[in-house]
Nanobody, 115 residues
Framework: QVQLVESGGGLVQPGGSLRLSCAAS????????MGWYRQAPGKQRELVATIIRGGSTNYADSVKGRFTISGDNAKNMAYLQMNSLIPEDTAVYYCNLQQYGLGYWGQGTQVTVSS
């Protein structure tokens, strides 16, 4: 079993920043990729950013230039630095881990961008 716990969400004003963390525990042997997804009310869950074991990253067009994903394989951690936040970023952000062709999800952390 793999468990993922997200943290770092909260309420922030437009233009502000947040740093999300994802801690993986349990049966961790070789992580292939970790990523961040988000789901806003009335919308489907969408990809925000991913990072693979070799370090390559991918971002949704809506967050390019504002968000940065990073990972620490030794600590089984992933991070999402979120800058220049806008109200449209408001969503529940979920961490995802891929290992041996299986995917795991955390419970999510709420990010609210509002003045």
């Amino acid at each position: 079993q793999v468990q993922l716990v997200e943290s770092g969400g909260g309420l922030v004003q437009p233009g502000g920043s947040l740093r999300l963390s994802c801690a993986a525990s349990g049966s961790i042997f070789r992580i292939s990729a970790m990523g961040w997804y988000r789901q806003a009310p009335g919308k489907q869950r969408e990809l925000v950013a991913t990072i693979i074991r070799g370090g390559s990253t991918n971002y949704a067009d809506s967050v390019k230039g504002r968000f940065t994903i990073s990972g620490d394989n030794a600590k089984n951690m992933a991070y999402l630095q979120m800058n220049s936040l806008i109200p449209e970023d408001t969503a529940v952000y979920y961490c995802n881990l891929q290992q041996y062709g299986l995917g795991y999800w955390g419970q999510g952390t709420q990010v609210t961008v509002s003045s």
